[in-house]
T-cell receptor, first 112, second 113 residues
Framework: DAGVTQSPTHLIKTRGQHVTLRCSPI?????VSWYQQVLGQGPQFIFQ???????GRGNFPDRFSARQFPNYSSELNVNALLLGDSALYLC???????????FGPGTRLTVL | QQQVKQSPQSLIVQKGGISIINCAYE??????FPWYQQFPGKGPALLIA?????SEKKEGRFTISFNKSAKQFSLHIMDSQPGDSATYFC????????????FGEGTQLTVNP
């Protein structure tokens, strides 16, 4: 069975640019969550989407946005990149009304 | 505000020994407590999870001990192996927040042969 997939694997951007990260959940999973993991720290919750609607938002600026598509895949968008946005961005999917989340391998974003 | 505090930051044990990682939480509304294992360059993988209605859960070499009154829970890895060397994260969530996880800072475990 395919797990959560994310693309791209690595990305290098410069300050002020925009980035789009993509996530495909496990088949049958309708909930997708995004996390930011700065090196040496635990993941921090950014967004949760369920049935294409935002169900939760963490303490991140409006430069961060996301959406979920009819096939339950998701995109995370970050505008006006800052050096501090350099991190591993993780996507997790879960079945409806369950707690267990399954994480993808992440996208490593470097902002220069 | 850090709602889940994890210790130690790093841990070195010998092969065959017991690894113990501790976490403390503040929010009494939390009702789901998973532990994740993360290898370099990979996403976190769920190891084992517990709910507050039980004090202990064991799966193979991994055991969670939960103390609701102290608001603490711990991961015990029995017969630690070099392949267990990874970063371990505790986390917590509450039903009313959906699947939003609050993670601890992580413990880097090294198991020497």
């Amino acid at each position: 069975d395919a797990g959560v997939t994310q693309s791209p694997t690595h990305l290098i951007k410069t300050r002020g640019q925009h980035v789009t990260l993509r996530c495909s959940p496990i088949s049958g999973h309708k909930s997708v969550s995004w996390y930011q993991q700065v090196l040496g720290q635990g993941p921090q919750f950014i967004f949760q989407y369920y049935e294409k609607e935002e169900r939760g938002r963490g303490n991140f600026p409006d430069r961060f946005s996301a959406r979920q598509f009819p096939n339950y895949s998701s995109e995370l968008n970050v505008n006006a990149l800052l050096l501090g946005d350099s991190a591993l961005y993780l996507c997790a999917s879960s079945l409806p009304h369950t707690d267990t989340q399954y994480f993808g391998p992440g996208t490593r974003l470097t902002v220069l | 505000q850090q709602q889940v505090k994890q210790s130690p930051q790093s841990l070195i044990v010998q092969k065959g020994g017991i690894s113990i990682i501790n976490c403390a939480y503040e929010n009494t509304a939390f009702d789901y407590f998973p532990w994740y294992q993360q290898f370099p360059g990979k996403g976190p993988a769920l190891l084992i999870a517990i709910r507050p209605d039980v004090s202990e859960k064991k799966e193979g070499r991994f055991t969670i001990s939960f103390n609701k009154s102290a608001k603490q829970f711990s991961l015990h890895i029995m017969d630690s192996q070099p392949g267990d060397s990874a970063t371990y994260f505790c986390a917590a969530s509450k039903e009313t927040s959906g699947s939003r996880l609050t993670f601890g800072e992580g413990t880097q475990l090294t198991v020497n042969p």
